[in-house]
């Protein structure tokens, strides 16, 4: 009895191995196209796994743009009027919205009329200067002819000297004034939300009469070219993929549809945690219908063992 259930359990062995190794050979010879795409946190592992009967691979990564940004408040305070919402294309220094300034505008023409004030008093106190220096000049003259006595000549002379030092006092006070002023110039421009480039508004956050603190978000603004892709390869492709070398780059949200991809950039080095460097391309030619934040695959060839 115990012979005869060695023998089937053997002959099921035999059979689950059968099958396995029929599996594994369809799914190498299969010329399906790749449903997986590689994931840069898994391209060093499924790349093999992947491999296409063409000799290449795919990976995946989202379209990106170089400049993509979260406008946020420079300053607390309450937005008083948004003259753009999503979605809408601007240009760079396009005002979006502005904050209420009217407190900052009171506090800023206070700061000039104070700088008006102090300069006022420095002029009064040069002209005073110059008739003190010339009195001292006088009394020079005077002590060379022997018309005045020392005493008279050192006291202009200090006179003189003194109402320098009072120029000198009033000018770093018109200094620190006009600083004042400069600073609240700056916050004012802080009321002004901005558009750092051209580009679209993807989203708006905020709206009219809303009180935001300084970090909140206001807008996002997106610029809407050139589209590029960021991924990973593994090590065993580094020194085989060149600068401007072309791609075929796909998208599973626009199908039918297929573009070129020149590289932008290669990683250097080589990321010793995970095995892989990274590649920058950039689309070349009519985007079609792709956009920002799209999901991508791009078919790169299997790298060639070097010739011995």
């Known amino acids: ?41 898994a391209a ?20 990106i743009v170089e400049h993509q940004i979260e406008i946020t408040a420079q300053r607390d305070g309450v ?55 010339a009195d001292y000049g006088r009394q020079q003259h005077l002590w060379d002819l022997g018309l005045t006595s020392q005493e008279q000549l050192q006291h202009a002379k200090y006179k003189a000297e ?26 004012m421009e802080k009321m002004k939300i901005i558009a750092p480039f051209s580009g679209l508004i993807a989203r708006r956050y905020v709206h009219e009469g809303q009180s935001v603190a300084k970090g909140d978000r206001l807008f996002w603004v997106t610029a809407e070219a050139p589209l590029l892709m960021r991924f990973t390869l593994p090590e065993g492709y580094f020194g085989r993929i060149h600068s401007a070398q072309q791609f075929e780059i796909s998208s599973p949200d626009v199908p039918g549809e297929k573009h070129s991809a020149k590289v932008k950039e290669i990683s250097p080095v ?26 991508a695959n791009l078919r790169v060839p299997k790298p060639q063992a070097n010739p011995q």
Do not use: H, Y
């Open 270 to 295: 080589v990321d010793p945690s995970s095995g892989t460097f990274e590649v920058l391309v950039a689309l070349t030619g009519d985007r079609g219908s792709l956009r920002p934040g799209m999901t």
């Open 162 to 187: 003194s109402d320098q030092w009072d120029v000198k006092r009033v000018t770093e006070m018109l200094n620190t004034s006009r600083q004042e002023e400069l600073s609240l110039e700056l916050e």
């Open 44 to 63: 060093r592992t499924l790349v093999p796994a992947l491999a296409t009967e063409d000799n290449s691979v795919v990976v995946s990564g989202p379209i």
């Open 1 to 41: 009895m115990r012979s005869l259930i060695a023998t089937c359990v053997a002959s099921a062995a035999l059979l689950v191995a059968g099958c396995a190794d029929n599996g594994s050979t369809v799914t190498n010879a299969s010329s399906a196209p790749v449903k997986a795409p590689i994931t840069e946190a």
């Open 79 to 133: 937005l008083e009027k948004i003259f753009f919402d999503a979605p809408a294309r601007v240009k760079t220094g396009t005002v979006l919205a502005r904050m209420d300034d009217r407190q900052l505008t009171a506090n800023l023409e206070a700061a000039r009329a104070k700088s008006r004030g102090i300069e006022a008093d420095l002029r009064n106190w040069q002209s005073e200067a110059e008739v003190l220096k």
